[in-house]
């Protein structure tokens, strides 16, 4: 599975965005899509993944209620909807694909996009 993630950009706090990320390749639309994110100086840290299906998500105590992702199997798109973003989500996002839907940190056949940068200013 290939993953191609755009969207990033900079915004002021309380702002929001939305991030994209594009699957490609055999049975893409069979896989949980998510996200996780780096901070400079930081732990890579798990943020929202949602099942292939789209009836399922989970997120992060940080970004629940703030942050949704949603999916368009037609596209085999996953989207991340950022809204009242804080200086603190500033980070590197990269777009995962899992066999499986879970929140684990590490998982052996994980497949990674390249990140795409967000930056919240105070």
């Known amino acids: 599975v290939q993953l191609q993630a755009s969207g990033g950009g900079s915004v002021q706090a309380g702002g929001s965005l939305r991030l994209s990320c594009v699957a490609s390749?055999?049975?893409?639309?069979?896989?949980?899509l998510g996200w996780f994110r780096q901070a400079p100086n930081k732990e890579r840290e798990f943020v929202a993944t949602?099942?292939?299906?789209?009836?399922?998500?989970y997120y992060s105590d940080s970004v629940q209620g703030r942050f949704t992702i949603s999916r368009d199997n037609a596209r085999n798109t996953a989207y991340l909807q950022m809204n009242n973003l804080k200086p603190e989500d500033t980070a590197l996002y990269y777009c995962?694909?899992?066999?499986?839907?879970?929140?684990?940190?590490?998982?052996?056949?994980?497949?990674w996009g390249q990140g795409t940068l967000v930056t919240v200013s105070s």
């Open positions: 995962i694909a899992d066999g499986e839907l879970t929140t684990a940190q590490y998982m052996g056949d994980r497949y």
């Open positions: 390749g055999p049975d893409a639309r069979a896989y949980a």
């Open positions: 949602i099942a292939w299906s789209g009836d399922l998500a």
